[in-house]
């Protein structure tokens, strides 16, 4: 194809201007330049199409400039209130992955050993009687769908209701799992419902952002320059309380450390220091909130089909109080290598009554082997002192990708979800059974596999059919040793739809040719309970097909058709629709299409035209019926919870033979996996491979130099990568980090698959490992 | 045909002047950012020699701290 001098020389340039972008983010964090999005763009008469950013939980606005058929521009959405017209790093290049060279545009059936290109509609047919056949000779619950927080609103719609309305098992779950349910079990124990209470206009009133193991610099980078903006112009104050130093501790105005785990033991000590000094809020503790402890050492699932269901048991304030003896700042100090006077110092900030303060956590607190514990007593914090609900003031659990709160939470692409409300309810059963138009005795009762243990039972080989969608399980589960083998055997038929080839479609039987994000219409939701709706902006490649249309031709071939009438043009539309049924009323009301179609997102409850930005509160909440100022109304009585919940060690911690831990995370310039952001060039040479980051005494100690090769091995596997020493992050003594995008560094070899019992969320933030010379 | 970028540092309280004065540059393009005190910089020359020139332009700027290379291409003329 002829390209004009000046076509290239633009083009050259704007690589130019994109790397140097690059490099200020990594250096500056927040950063952010407005104006290269106007100046990048080529003059003629784009066509500007809204929709949400492909690649985070903030869920910010874009506009992609269209232009003969192509993608030729990115910029921020300035009518999105979410990010007003600003973007990050990857925000501003996501279009450029659709260029990559090996992008799967057919379908791709193994015969004998190798990948044979095959028509579309012959690799559904395989996928579908494959499916058929499988339940036929082992019964439904040997076939599992493994689906994603960035699948969008209908594909994880059709996912649910071809798994548990039209065959009639559980086994669909997603890697939301992997992030989010210690945040959704935290939400169900303390609310009863799902969710934060807030909304993103709680940064403009708070005097206090206090981030809990969170990086948000380089995780949700929107909103840290929105907390930076509120710095600079009302001096609110960045307190980072995390394991690491990372470029948001150089953006705080405080950072604290604290020994991996112990987060526990502080947010325990924190409320001792409320309730010891007087600033519980009694009269909102009275009228709100209930007290209870729940069972202890629940161990952390490390054995096949381990199970664990918590008792309940109500206990009153001077229990609650005797519990917390144990958790003066001089004894958790002990432990946790936090301070005494910073321990005091977090207190007060919860505890001074004009002060508003907002909670953030993400991984940190998610990913823990007691993560609903940790969330339960983030909670306690808020409760105690009434800080919750109000403009400003609120904990605020932030989402890691584009919609794992609309689609893996509010669809439920979990084991026990429905789209409304849990399997387990015969309520909620009736009444998907009722819009599905299925008999209710089909859906089963009873949750079957989560993540960790799906992909142990394809180990096993009891399930014997997996499909997996917008997911690349091969890099991001915990201890990917065992899975990897385990996906690989002859006993499981494994069908993955996706964009680029990845280290899962390597073990595929069928691999199928997924559109991109703007290649078809969709919804998100985001972290605010904000759903977003784009319509389709470009064709994509090829045979590519929306995983959606590829699900429902699925369930048509194998029988289901009346369930899924939908149309190729319009089933976007028609599935929304229906979906919204699930959620009518003025707890979890949905705007309707065509109010999606006009604004840049809309957050949920919608009443009466209107969002509800906090909820419970009755001066914003229709819902609240109680007649006082807050109302929780997914307890049946109305009342928050506050948990009793210890501090106990991790599930695995270093000793002799292992003497360091092992925290692994994300950066900034990679999505994920990195399959999408490893294929954007100017993201790629920014960072192009993992590394592993040392505290300078423990490398010196070792003898280490940065940028040697180092190999990192724990009981379950190892990993060779460069040392990092003092550059982008700097771990505690002790501690080492390693980013995990890069599929040549596999780091999830050496993690542990523990999780938190309640949730059952693995914890990849801690382990114990060795570190040899490589 | 050289295409450069930098990121250029301001004198404390000169970000502003720093962009104007970058601006009257020909072949010279500035992004600022929005909320920080930092500069890119994306040159755009004929040859070596007038990137050089450039360059010591830019750096004798007083409103300037700091210029840092970040990428560079060099592209044949009829490519
Ligand atoms: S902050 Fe997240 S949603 Fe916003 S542009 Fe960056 S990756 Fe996209």
């Not at chain 1, 209470?197 to 840290?224: Q, R």
């Not at chain 1, 050492?297 to 609650?320: A, C, H, Q, R």
């Amino acid at each position: 194809m002829y390209t004009s001098l000046t076509n290239r020389r633009s083009f050259i340039k704007k690589m130019a201007a994109a790397a140097a972008m690059t490099a200020a983010a990594t250096m500056f964090p927040g950063i952010v330049f407005a104006k290269e999005q106007e100046a990048g763009i080529p003059s003629g008469n784009l066509d500007w199409k809204k929709g949400p950013c492909r690649f985070c939980g903030v869920g910010c606005g874009i506009l992609v400039g269209v232009e003969n058929g192509k993608a030729v521009a990115v910029k921020g959405d300035p009518n999105s209130s979410v990010n007003k017209g600003l973007l990050c790093v990857k925000g501003y290049h996501q279009t450029m992955c659709i260029q990559a060279k090996d992008r799967l545009e057919h379908a791709l059936v193994k015969k004998n050993g190798t990948y044979v290109k095959t028509p579309l509609n012959e690799a559904l047919d395989l996928v579908a009687s494959k499916m058929k056949e499988t339940i036929e000779k082992h019964g439904k619950d040997s076939v599992a769908m493994y689906t994603s927080g960035q699948s969008t609103i209908p594909e994880g719609y059709v996912a649910s209701k071809l798994m548990k309305g039209a065959i009639g098992t559980n086994n669909l779950d997603c890697n939301a799992r992997l992030c989010m349910a210690s945040a959704v079990a935290g939400f169900l124990t303390t609310f009863g419902a799902d969710e934060p209470m807030g909304c993103y206009e709680d940064f403009d009133y708070a005097d206090y952002y206090v981030t809990w193991g969170n990086n948000m610099a380089e995780m949700h980078p929107v909103l840290f320059s929105r907390m930076l903006e509120q710095k600079n112009k009302r001096g609110s104050k960045i307190i980072d309380f995390a394991t690491r130093t990372s470029r948001s501790s150089a953006a705080s105005d405080k950072s604290i450390l604290f020994e991996p785990q112990t987060d526990l033991a502080v947010g325990n000590a924190i409320c001792y220091e409320i309730i010891k000094n007087g600033w519980v809020n009694k009269t909102f503790v009275e009228k709100h909130c209930n007290l209870s402890k729940g069972l202890t050492n629940m161990g952390y699932g490390l054995e096949d089909n381990y199970s664990f269901t918590d008792k309940p048991e109500k206990i009153n304030f001077e229990e609650y109080k005797a519990f917390l003896e144990d958790y003066t700042p001089e004894k958790v100090a002990k432990i946790s290598r936090v301070s005494v006077k910073d321990i005091k110092y977090l207190a007060s900030i919860f505890g001074d009554p004009n002060k508003k303060v907002m909670s953030l956590w993400c991984m940190g607190v998610n990913q823990h082997t007691r993560g609903t514990w940790m969330n339960n007593i983030i909670y306690n914090i808020h409760l105690l002192t009434g800080k919750i609900s109000q403009p400003g003031n609120g904990p605020f659990s932030l989402t890691g990708q584009p919609s794992a709160c609309g689609t893996a939470r509010e669809v439920g692409t979990f084991t026990h979800k429905l789209p409304k409300g849990v399997v387990m309810n015969p309520e909620h059963r009736e009444l998907a059974a009722k819009i599905w138009k299925v008999p209710v005795e089909r859906i089963p009762a009873k949750p079957t596999y989560h993540t960790t243990e799906m992909f142990r039972a394809v180990d096993r080989g009891d399930i014997k059919f997996i499909w997996t969608q917008v997911v690349n399980p091969l890099v991001s589960l915990p201890r990917t040793s065992r899975f990897r083998p385990g996906m690989e055997k002859d006993s499981c038929f494994v069908v993955v739809s996706d964009v680029f080839p990845t280290p899962t479609t390597d073990v595929a039987d069928v691999i199928l040719p997924a559109s991109w994000h703007i290649e078809k219409s969709g919804l998100y939701g985001n972290s605010e309970r904000r759903t977003q709706h784009w319509d389709k902006m470009i064709e994509g490649p090829g045979e590519t097909t929306p995983d959606a249309w590829m699900t429902i031709q699925v369930a048509k071939r194998m029988g289901y058709g009346d369930l899924f009438p939908y149309s190729e043009e319009n089933h976007v539309e028609e599935i929304y629709n229906e979906y919204r049924q699930f959620h009518e009323g003025k707890k979890h009301g949905m705007a309707p299409l065509e109010v999606l179609k006009k604004e840049s997102g809309v957050i949920w409850p919608y009443v009466d035209g209107k969002s509800t930005q906090w909820r419970f509160n009755a001066k914003f909440d229709p819902a609240c019926s109680n007649g006082e100022d807050f109302h929780f109304y997914g307890k049946p009585d109305g009342k928050a919870v506050i948990w009793q919940r210890p501090y106990e060690p991790a599930a695995e911690s270093p000793d002799e033979e292992y003497p360091f831990w092992l925290n692994t995370g994300r950066v900034i310039e990679h999505w994920h996996t990195g399959s999408m952001t490893r294929r954007i060039s100017v993201l790629h040479k920014a960072m192009p491979h993992s590394y592993v980051e040392f505290h300078p005494k423990d490398a010196k100690a070792l003898g280490i130099r940065n940028g040697e090769k180092v190999k990192v091995s724990s009981r379950r596997g190892s990993c060779v990568l460069p040392a990092s020493i003092n550059e982008r992050g700097l771990p505690t003594q002790g501690q080492v980090f390693v980013p995990f995008f890069d599929e040549n560094m596999l780091i999830n070899d050496v993690t542990l698959d523990a999780f938190c019992p309640i949730s059952k969320e693995p914890d990849f933030k801690k382990c114990a490992v060795k570190i040899e010379k490589a | 045909m050289p295409i450069i970028s930098y990121l250029a540092h301001p004198q404390d309280g000169k970000k502003e002047s720093l962009i104007n004065e970058i601006s009257q540059l020909s072949n010279c393009e500035v992004i600022p950012a929005e909320n920080k005190d930092l500069l890119i910089v994306v040159t755009d020359t004929n040859n070596k020699e007038e990137d050089e020139q450039l360059k010591e332009k830019i750096e004798a700027l007083d409103s300037l701290k700091l210029l840092a290379m970040v990428s560079g291409f060099d592209t044949p003329k009829n490519n």
